[in-house]
T-cell receptor, first 113, second 111 residues
Framework: DGGITQSPKYLFRKEGQNVTLSCEQN?????MYWYRQDPGQGLRLIYY???????QKGDIAEGYSVSREKKESFPLTVTSAQKNPTAFYLC????????????FGPGTRLTVT | SQQGEEDPQALSIQEGENATMNCSYK?????LQWYRQNSGRGLVHLIL?????REKHSGRLRVTLDTSKKSSSLLITASRAADTASYFC???????????FGKGTKLTVNP
């Protein structure tokens, strides 16, 4: 099956801890994206990557970090510097930039207490 | 900044009725996309319409685009309870590398 996977589905952490969210795709897509969704809100772009070993900040990158060492993998680290990390995190991929449809993973719901 | 804004924020209809959602945006675009999100799940791509297209159909979905008014509409005909979801428009904001999503319309179809 081709698709994009995120793990885990639910994640709980204590305040002050860093946490890494996994995102893997086997669609052979070049572009990958991380979004944050808060209740009743749309998606806000955290980071995106158009190619391996390169990534750009989105609209709300502060307190987050990413890596793109492999084409199929784009992990997101939520650091202790992120002031309000509790949210639903969505990973997506596409063939190329902007104009192409994006394929989304099932999401990870992170709760920090 | 928010590029697309959906209207209404919430819509409740009976099964069999048509549902219309609107999206307005601010800057020129190359294309506009509509996505569906079931509660607690990832988004699913529904349809993409390019800036030189005025209307596009896919099954029970009909999308229109009016670039002079910077607006788009999504029509779901003969709605079903399974259509209950949030619907988002997304634009590439004039050839940007990224999509910008609106806040969505929450559609409830009552059986």
């Amino acid at each position: 099956d081709g698709g994009i996977t995120q793990s885990p589905k639910y994640l709980f952490r204590k305040e002050g801890q860093n946490v890494t969210l996994s995102c893997e795709q086997n669609l052979n897509h070049d572009a990958m994206y991380w979004y944050r969704q808060d209740p009743g809100q749309g998606l806000r772009l955290i980071y995106y990557s158009q190619i391996v070993n390169d990534f750009q900040k989105g609209d709300i990158a502060e307190g987050y970090s990413v890596s793109r060492e492999k084409k199929e993998s784009f992990p997101l680290t939520v650091t202790s510097a992120q002031k309000n990390p509790t949210a639903f995190y969505l990973c997506a991929s596409s063939i190329g930039r902007g104009m192409y449809e994006q394929y989304f993973g099932p999401g990870t719901r992170l709760t920090v207490t | 900044s928010q590029q697309g804004e959906e209207d209404p924020q919430a819509l409740s209809i009976q099964e069999g009725e048509n549902a219309t959602m609107n999206c307005s945006y601010k800057t020129s675009i190359n294309n506009l996309q509509w996505y569906r999100q079931n509660s607690g799940r990832g988004l699913v791509h529904l349809i993409l319409i390019r800036s030189n297209e005025r209307e596009k159909h896919s099954g029970r979905l009909r999308v229109t685009l009016d670039t002079s008014k910077k607006s788009s509409s999504l029509l779901i005909t003969a709605s079903r309870a399974a259509d209950t979801a949030s619907y988002f428009c997304a634009t590439d904001a004039g050839g940007s590398e990224k999509l910008v999503f609106g806040k969505g319309t929450k559609l409830t179809v009552n059986p």
